[in-house]
């Protein structure tokens, strides 16, 4: 299995641009979970998905963010605009619920708004 | 989710064995104790997970205080390449009603030293 997978690894942009991250979950997982990481607040959960439905989203810091979930094999983050301090590493993570089972990470897009 | 409690950072001597503590006293009967690390640029990887026994695998072993309170991740024999931020998290054990979110803390820096 590849593991999740997450793309851009890196992502460079002006304030005010639009922003999307992109995430594939490990295939069979039906959980998906977007967590943000500074070295001011560490990692934070934003939101989670549990059979493509957004169960949580009390950690989205504001209305410039949202996230969707199509389908079960792909997830998307989207900042419109983006800040300079929304950058930070933008961490993606799934797992299978219903059995005791640990969650999966990507390694992360890092992205820097200038 | 029980908050848990770590030191902020720790040193070990290569090939000696790494005892990393975590207080979590206001743990509940149905939750379950993770252990997450995280190397520099790389998104959180699993270790281990027990809920009252003690748990091994081929990364580590997980000591659980009987009244479960707290509990320590015992890397055996540490290389250079164990340094990294360690996580100990408690979360409830997820169901077709909980999807089990991880919430971190700020973990322990383990430095492992030649």
């Known amino acids: 299995d590849a593991g999740v997978i997450q793309s851009p690894r890196h992502e460079v942009t002006e304030m005010g641009q639009e922003v999307t991250l992109r995430c594939k979950p490990i295939?069979?997982?039906?959980?998906l979970f977007w967590y943000r990481q500074t070295m001011m607040r560490g990692l934070e959960l934003l939101i989670y998905?549990?059979?493509?439905?957004?169960?949580?989203d009390s950690g989205m810091p504001e209305d410039r963010f949202s996230a969707k979930m199509p389908n079960a094999s792909f997830s998307t983050l989207k900042i419109q605009p983006s800040e300079p301090r929304d950058s930070a590493v933008y961490f993606c993570?799934?797992?299978?619920?219903?059995?005791?089972?640990?969650?999966?990470f990507g390694n992360g897009t890092r992205l820097t708004v200038t | 989710d029980a908050k848990t409690t770590q030191p902020p950072s720790m040193d070990c001597a290569e090939g000696r064995a790494a005892n990393l503590p975590c207080n979590h006293s206001t743990i509940s009967g149905n939750e379950y104790v993770y252990w997450y690390r995280q190397i520099h640029s790389q998104g959180p990887q699993y270790i281990i997970h027990?809920?009252?026994n003690n748990e091994t695998n081929e990364m580590a072993s997980l000591i659980i205080t009987e009244d479960r309170k707290s509990s320590t991740l015992i890397l055996p024999h540490a290389t250079l390449r164990d340094t990294a931020v360690y996580y100990c998290i408690v979360r409830v054990g997820h169901g077709s009603s909980n999807t089990g979110k991880l919430i971190f803390g700020q973990g322990t820096t383990l430095q492992v030293k030649p």
């Open positions: 998905f549990n059979n493509n439905v957004p169960i949580d």
């Open positions: 027990g809920l009252k």
């Open positions: 993570a799934s797992t299978w619920t219903g059995v005791i089972s640990p969650l999966h």
């Open positions: 295939s069979g997982h039906n959980s």
